[in-house]
């Protein structure tokens, strides 16, 4: 199983990032998804390469191509990453916490600090295959064999879905998530679904106060999980589950610094309809959370992909080995 993380260099020496390369991955989603915010046809990445020691590595941005999700589009991303690299790459660093501590005046754009965050990791670790409960995701229209957990996204039908998933999979765990479209009339509708045994509601509501005023549900944050402040802010209000994005935290030491400063707080690592890259360090973290995370078998979302890895599911467990990235499936952006 990877480490998370390994905090010394591996050749003791100080490194440095150089010659940035920036590309874009897009392919179609095999069923188009529908949430309460967007409808997805295909999934477009900005990914991008540095080297460190001499050695290449890449990263994947989860940034969509507009802000529905977050304000970090990949435009975005593009123009704070040139903006981050002029100004770090000069600067040796030779451990994870340095390099942690090296990117976190860029909090501001988490999406791109999490590419030089990623990479850093990279360098730093072997890079061993990873082993993860898998967690899935049903979207309306999608059908598929569930283990483990199922995270249902909202819809007028909610309960109907609920019911018959419930029925079907009379032992696995359910979590609902919203996308913070809930307002005060659908708390009737929350009450109801806890007949269903709920794990957890994700992302509810927009409206902070709702969330104090709603404690005896189990409630959960993800988009507003983008800081330490803001989890404080609602682990204060009884908020006692977040899905951590790293692209969202700005990589995996800031989930770290979040597990030592909240001990009790259930940490969900969260995915972003990833391309392998990407799940691999999905997977690596929630390894380290210890949690069942948004992990599915290849090919559940996707056809295609640029990276190269060998994947294992046994008893409702995903193995896979390090993604190799073919450069040649990549658009190099000038």
């Known amino acids: 199983m990877a480490r998370f993380p390994d905090t010394s260099s591996k050749n003791g020496c100080s490194m440095k990032f150089s010659n940035l390369q920036y590309y874009t991955f897009e392919a179609p989603f095999k069923s188009p998804i529908k949430t309460v915010k967007a409808d997805l046809e295909t999934r477009k990445v900005l990914v991008i390469s540095l080297e460190v020691d001499d050695q290449t590595y890449f990263a994947e941005s989860n940034a969509f191509e507009t802000d529905w999700y977050h304000d970090e589009t990949i435009d975005v991303v593009y123009q704070s990453v040139e903006r981050i690299y002029k100004r770090i790459k000069e600067i040796e660093w030779q451990d994870y916490a340095e390099l942690g501590a090296l990117l976190a005046p860029f909090q501001s754009t988490p999406h791109a600090m999490a590419l030089f965050d990623y990479i850093g990791w990279q360098s730093l670790n072997e890079r061993s295959a990873v082993t993860v409960p898998l967690g899935y995701t049903l979207h309306s229209g999608h059908s598929m064999n569930l283990e483990n957990r199922v995270k249902i996204k909202w819809s007028e039908d909610v309960i109907d879905v609920v019911k018959k998933v419930r029925a079907t999979y009379p032992d696995i765990n359910i979590a609902i998530d919203a996308n913070g479209s809930l307002v005060v009339e659908d708390i009737p509708t929350l009450e109801a679904l806890m007949a269903y045994d709920i794990d957890y509601f994700e992302e509810p509501f927009s409206d902070f106060r709702l969330y104090a005023d709603n404690q005896h549900l189990p409630l959960a944050i993800d988009e507003s999980a983008s800081s330490i402040d ?48 990407s799940k691999y360090f999905t997977a690596t973290l929630a390894s380290t959370c210890g949690t069942i995370p948004d992990v599915t078998p290849r090919g559940t979302y996707f056809a295609e992909d640029y990276s190269v890895y060998d994947e294992h599911v046994e008893n409702g467990k995903l193995t896979m080995t390090f993604p190799e990235v073919d450069a040649s499936r990549l658009n190099k952006l000038d």
């Open 230 to 277: 803001q989890i404080l802010k609602y682990y204060g209000a009884g908020v006692k589950t977040i899905i951590a994005k790293y692209a969202r935290l700005g990589g995996g030491y800031p989930i770290l610094a979040i597990k030592e400063a909240i001990p009790d707080l259930r940490v969900i690592v969260g995915g972003m309809y990833e391309y392998g890259l």
